[in-house]
């Protein structure tokens, strides 16, 4: 991956880009030497086995749930979500489910309260065979309990208790929480979100893993992808690391007034990624009053509704654009000199070029219009560079926020919703 900062260097001072890159190297040396506010969440940075669990036992339980299950459903909300579902819209495709596979189709329940939102999946799924995959740290997030229970009790009524529990895989704490009881109360055989690792980190854990692995996606690439890319950005010179001259133009631009970072991609295949990337920098640099606020739009789709306001509207902020070099596939504009419809002059020229003008007019557009703006390419739509770009972020993201001043590994804001909701719900110890 490459990141061109030039269209957001243009509108800050060289000396203030260049104090920021230097606290964005002291960043580092934070979150490396575990020195930082919330250090004791940072394992991620190493991609090993403490993170990863065993690679080889994942690989080999989603052959298992391949070889029994048309569709799979995946339990889990926040952390525990965003990242397997960015990766598989990313590898796969947002139109995975209803291509020609042999792999099974795989839905996302858990992260709404939604009685419509699980009832259409257990619709979906009809009689077909299928296999449940749980997933939440703290073992106690209602939203995918509730999934759970309903999920859990199709399976028990299509085949018995002991046959349900065979297609029951639970993700998570390796000791605490009641899924984690209830798993070995049932025998479901179950991974571990690794103790060193927050939610929003986790796709690279069984957490992401194990999803992925079954709807066949290289997980092994995928790993790779993240861990060259971070090993890279640990030890590579300030001029040379991307991560780091990032961390420091996105503070650099918030401490001249920027509110809003707007992730901009120009891939349907992309929209889950800004999802997770919403998460990733909301969750982690929104406290103490301070960040910024992480947005994201689909071009084009939103260049004809938000183009608007980003082109005109108040001038609060910065966009990242992502923008993928190779597509999978390469559509040409067919010739047609039959019928006017004004297009001839494109004829022959692919989508995939026409996509990269697209980025190069709102790149010149949003920069004339006040908004500076950075790119990070990736070369190819595969688990690999999907891997890498997941890394830079996520390396970024610990730098930046040790740069703003927080803790980036915490979200103790998430709670205070859950106590009013536990209270409303009646549930034992929270009441009035
Ligand atoms: O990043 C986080 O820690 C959160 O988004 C959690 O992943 C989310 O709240 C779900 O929590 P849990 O996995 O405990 O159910």
């Not at 291509?99 to 839905?107: G, Q």
């Not at 046959?163 to 479901?188: C, H, M, N």
């Not at 390469?330 to 989508?351: F, I, N, Q, R």
């Not at 610990?398 to 103790?412: A, E, R, T």
Request: charge should be negative; glycine fraction near 10%; charged fraction near 25%.
């Amino acid at each position: 991956m490459k990141l061109n900062i030039e269209n957001a260097l243009a509108f800050v001072e060289k000396s203030d880009y260049d104090s920021l890159l230097n606290e964005a190297v002291e960043g580092r040396t934070t979150l490396l030497t575990r020195t930082g506010a919330g250090h004791e969440f940072t394992d991620w940075f190493d991609v090993d086995e403490k993170v990863t669990g065993d690679v080889d036992d994942i690989i080999a339980t989603a052959q298992q749930i391949q070889d029994m299950s048309e569709v799979f459903v995946v339990i889990g909300v926040g952390g525990s979500y965003l990242g397997a579902r960015a990766a598989l819209e990313f590898i796969n495709s947002p139109n995975y489910n209803l291509m020609s596979k042999n792999t099974p189709e795989v839905y996302f329940a858990g992260n709404y309260m939604s009685s419509d939102a699980i009832a259409e999946i257990l619709a979906i799924i009809g009689n077909r065979d299928f296999s449940i995959n749980v997933i939440s740290k703290s073992g106690t997030t209602t939203e995918p309990a509730i999934a759970f229970r309903i999920f859990r009790e199709r399976l028990e009524q299509k085949y018995g208790r002991k046959g349900a529990a065979s297609r029951i895989f639970v993700t998570t704490d390796k000791s605490k929480g009641a899924l984690r009881k209830v798993s070995q109360e049932k025998g479901y055989k179950s991974f571990v979100v690794p103790d060193g690792v927050g939610g929003r980190y986790s796709v690279i854990s069984p957490v992401g893993l194990l999803p992925l692995a079954v709807a066949g996606v290289d997980i092994k690439a995928l790993l790779k992808g993240t861990r060259d890319a971070i090993e890279h950005f640990k030890v590579a010179p300030a001029e040379e690391n991307d991560a780091l001259k990032y961390a420091a133009i996105r503070n650099c631009l918030y401490r001249m007034g920027k509110k809003v970072e707007i992730f901009a991609d120009f891939e349907p295949a992309l929209r889950f990624t800004g999802e997770w990337w919403k998460q990733l920098f909301g969750e982690s640099e929104g406290k103490e009053g301070k960040a910024l606020f992480p947005a994201s739009v689909d071009y084009s789709a939103d260049l004809h509704s938000m183009g608007q306001y980003i082109q005109q509207g108040e001038r609060i902020m910065l966009e990242t654009f992502v923008v993928v070099e190779n597509s999978r596939t390469a559509l040409v504009v067919p010739h047609d000199a039959e019928v006017d419809d004004e297009l001839e002059y494109l004829a022959g020229k692919t989508v995939l070029w026409a996509n990269s003008q697209v980025h190069a007019a709102v790149e010149k557009a949003h920069f004339d219009g006040g908004v500076p703006n950075l790119t990070v390419t990736i070369k190819d739509m595969s688990a690999m560079s999907f891997g890498e770009l997941i890394g830079f972020f996520m390396f970024a993201c610990g730098v930046s926020g040790y740069v703003l001043g927080i803790n980036p590994f915490d979200q103790p804001g998430v709670e205070e919703y859950k106590k009013n909701m536990y209270r409303m719900l009646g549930k034992p110890g929270f009441t009035d």
